[in-house]
Structures are given as structure tokens and as C-alpha cells.
């Protein structure tokens, strides 16, 4: 059994960073917090089935980005209007000042996860495929869809 302390612990490290994930997915903070706490249950349930494979963190974020998958693909949402309007851009995005967040609007779910992963998370493509349990290639071609999609939209 896991101890309060330590789950205490590992949900106050990993917190923000998976918010900013599944917002990112999800579109809305009231949907996206209700994915982390469901994320975080998840974790807990199945803690005894993290094998180590792969780092804490990228476990995680797999959960977190299947939770969020789950959810648009069950609730078919479109609340990136909230999104858009009130979400604080993180460390690694003030170099992301050129992306407009509203390109994400026109991706499928799968795309929008790589994008999020490659260019907000700053993960590498066989990261990403661990992630959300897929292939390097498979990656390689969601990602090449995405940006494709987003210079047809930039040149419009």
C-alpha cells in the first residue's frame, strides 16, 4: 500500500505538469482538473503495475493523455474557447510565441496529443510513443499530418 505521505508527494510533483497535458486535450479547466483527479485515482489504483520500463513521469502522462483521449472521444467537446481565453502560457511556451493555440482546433485528438507532446512538452518523438503507447512511426506520421494541417491553416 502507498503511503499518504508519498502519494501526497508524487501528486504535488507531477500536478501541474499533467494539467497542462490534458488542458491542452480536453479544452476546459473544469473538465481538464476533473481528468487529472481521475488520472491520479488511476495512478494510485495501479501503482503495483508500474514495471519501470519507462520513467515515472512518462507512466503518468500515459495515463493522463488516455484519460483525456477518453473523455473528448465520450463527451465530444469543443471548449477551447475557454482555453484560449484564460489559459497561462507555461515556461517552455514563452519561445512558443509564434504557435497560436487556436491551430490545435482544426487536429484530430491523436494529433493534437503529439503537438502537445512535441511542442509543449518538448518530448522526443520515441517519448511520445511510449506515452500513448503507440509506434515511432505512427508518431512520426500524426505529427507530419499535424503540420501540414497548421501551414494550410497559416497560409489561409
Same mark, same amino acid.
Given at each position: ?46 501503482? &503495483? +503495475?508500474? #514495471?519501470?520500463? *519507462?520513467?515515472?513521469?512518462? $507512466? ?31 515556461? &517552455? +511556451?514563452? #519561445?512558443?510565441? *509564434?504557435?497560436?493555440?487556436? $491551430? ?53
Amino acid at each position: 500500500m502507498v503511503k499518504k505521505k508519498d502519494f501526497n508527494k508524487f501528486v504535488s510533483e507531477y500536478h501541474d505538469r499533467i494539467y497542462y497535458t490534458i488542458i491542452k486535450i480536453v479544452g476546459n479547466v473544469d473538465d481538464a482538473l476533473d481528468c487529472v483527479q481521475d488520472t491520479f485515482i488511476k495512478a494510485y489504483k495501479k501503482h &503495483n +503495475e508500474f #514495471k519501470g520500463d *519507462s520513467s515515472l513521469y512518462t $507512466w503518468v502522462n500515459r495515463i493522463a493523455i488516455n484519460t483525456a483521449l477518453n473523455f473528448v472521444n465520450r463527451n465530444k467537446t469543443n471548449n477551447w474557447n475557454e482555453l484560449l481565453e484564460n489559459e497561462k502560457p507555461q515556461e &517552455n +511556451e514563452t #519561445k512558443l510565441q *509564434s504557435f497560436d493555440k487556436k $491551430w490545435l482546433l482544426e487536429l484530430s485528438p491523436t494529433e493534437k496529443s503529439v503537438i502537445v507532446l512535441r511542442i509543449y512538452n518538448n518530448l522526443k518523438i520515441k517519448q511520445v510513443a511510449q506515452i500513448l503507447n503507440t509506434s515511432e512511426s505512427t508518431v512520426k506520421v500524426a505529427y507530419h499530418r499535424a503540420v501540414e494541417k497548421i501551414k494550410k491553416i497559416v497560409k489561409k
